[in-house]
């Protein structure tokens, strides 16, 4: 069924006498379940014909105001507002004309990146309806086939979409298809509408002028040579003749427009970031009394992230002193995170190892990396350890305490050199597999010397008792740090040590005790 969508703005549009037949149904409160011919997907347009004038922020300008861009040998308008227009002033127009006709008139060159920013701002706002958001160049194109259900049906939905947009933009037009190519033709076209089946695709874009679709200048007097005055006509013809002359992405073109072809579309995916702060009515000199206040911005990102469906991966706060000097304070996580009273914990850990110099007036929370949340599934007699989780929680919570640098852990690498085979890295990490025979858990970090006496060696007043077998090193050559050693297992009454004899020097020394 094809529907008219009613304009409640104080300056709406008058619907055209064939729009009106398709308005008498009453509205259903939810679209019916799909058929055979009807579509899963349903498409709103939205077109902003003075998004120029939006981007720039002259939307609400009374006086004569006009967006011109530099043409080949002249500067020509791209919109005017209302008021402009009023007064003669219409597209493609020279801007020395404009002026002429009124010498009042505010001109203003175009910026085409400040139109794409601002279509990806409406685009952020826009995702509170659906995730399924596409930028076009003069608008947004909106897949609320899922969102109808959860906003109330189409026409409470639409009437949302409405109410938002009519605050922020001039005269915009808005609608509903069951494909994108046919809900961006009538919204550039002006055609506000509601069509929620493929089987009235066709009846609502028959009479549209076929110079929407072409509009080259060769193409348009083709089309008059012909007489195709309307997307109806180009319907009717033979496909053969039409791919002969025009080009076979016209007949694509009219495939995607009724629903015979596909037609993906690139979706929109905003990159998130989190930045709250409260500015304080009285200087705070004790940390202590900022917790209430963290805990709140707390709050409100644990809300973003379930919103966006995240985690953060890192996150910091910033406290500013009556001084304007600012304290950066990293909160360490050691996996993504997204619970409150975790993130909570780990922030007044981090508060606690915080000098401040003078009284605190404002405090910031900010969250710049995030990672997507999956999820887990569990057995319904699913029991498992969580060995690991509290593994990472003790790690996170020292870090926090005494700094990243105080914690962190050891792997092993691929090197023969016993003083080379280790490295410092963060908790969890591995290294390469372990080889050759047993190594102590106490390497020195520099071997020391072993006193040498009548054939004895001594650890301080005891004699040392060597094993036979030995493990012979030799590595190193080609960075310049050779080592060419012979590793023996030694021991005393009480001791049991990792010893070996230099091969250059014969020398005798410690590295390692077990």
């Known amino acids: 069924m094809a529907q008219l969508y009613p304009q409640k703005n104080p300056g709406r549009i008058k619907a055209r006498r064939h729009q009106l037949t398709l308005a008498k149904a009453k509205w259903p409160d939810a679209p019916p379940a799909p058929t055979g011919t009807q579509t899963s997907h349903l498409w709103l347009a939205l077109h902003l014909p003075f998004l120029p004038l939006e981007a720039l922020g002259c939307q609400h300008k009374n006086w004569p105001t006009a967006v011109y861009t530099q043409g080949n040998r002249e500067q020509q308008i791209v919109t005017a507002n209302p008021t402009a227009q009023n007064s003669g002033i219409h597209t493609n127009m020279s801007l020395s004309a404009a002026r002429a006709l009124v010498p009042s008139l505010q001109a203003i060159q175009q910026s085409i990146e400040l139109e794409k920013t601002y279509l990806r701002q409406l685009a952020i706002q826009a995702g509170h309806w659906t995730p399924d958001i596409t930028l076009l160049e003069d608008g947004l194109l909106l897949n609320i086939a899922g969102s109808i259900r959860l906003f109330g049906g189409i026409p409470s939905l639409v009437d949302q979409i409405q109410i938002w947009i009519f605050k922020i933009a001039i005269n915009p037009c808005i609608a509903v298809m ?3 190519a046919s809900a961006i033709l009538c919204g550039r076209s002006g055609e506000t509408l509601i069509v929620n089946s493929k089987k009235d695709i066709r009846p609502a874009i028959n009479k549209l002028p076929s110079t929407h679709l072409i509009t080259d200048i060769k193409g348009r007097r083709l089309l008059t040579q012909i007489g195709a005055r309307t997307i ?23 495939d995607q427009l009724v629903g015979d072809a596909p037609d993906p579309q690139i979706i929109f995916k905003p990159a998130l970031k989190f930045s709250e702060q409260f500015a304080l009515d009285a200087a705070v000199s004790n940390m202590t009394l900022l917790q209430p206040l963290a805990y709140q911005l707390l ?56 000098q401040i110099k003078a009284p605190i007036t404002a405090i910031m929370l900010q969250v710049n990396r995030f990672s997507v949340f999956t999820p887990s599934s569990k057995d319904l007699f699913e029991n498992r350890t969580k060995s690991g989780d509290e593994s990472n929680s003790i790690v996170e919570k020292l870090r926090n305490r005494l700094g990243k640098n105080a914690v962190h852990g050891l792997r092993v690498r691929a090197d023969h050199r016993p003083e080379k085979a280790w490295d410092r890295c963060d908790p969890g990490q591995i290294g390469a597999a372990l080889f050759g025979g047993a190594r102590p858990l106490w390497l020195l970090e520099t071997p020391k010397s072993i ?11 005891q004699t040392l008792s060597i094993q036979q077998s030995r493990e012979r090193i030799c590595s190193g050559w080609w960075d310049g740090q050779t080592v060419r050693r012979d590793y023996y297992f030694a021991e005393t009454a009480s001791i049991k040590l990792w010893i070996f004899r230099d091969l250059d020097s014969g020398s005798w020394h410690l590295h390692g005790i077990f």
């Open 178 to 180: 069951p494909t994108a």
């Open 451 to 461: 006193r040498v006496s009548n054939g004895q060696l001594f650890f301080g007043n």
């Open 232 to 254: 109806g006509d180009l319907l009717r013809l033979p496909r053969d003749g039409l791919a002969r002359r025009f080009t076979p992405h016209l007949i694509t073109q009219l």
């Open 299 to 354: 709050e409100k990102l644990c809300h973003y992230l379930h919103k966006k469906h995240a985690q953060a991966e890192e996150m910091q706060w910033q406290l500013t002193n009556d001084r304007d000097e600012i304290y950066n304070i990293p909160v360490l996580l050691t996996k993504p995170n997204r619970e409150l009273i975790s993130l909570n914990e780990l922030s007044r850990l981090a508060f606690e190892n915080t």
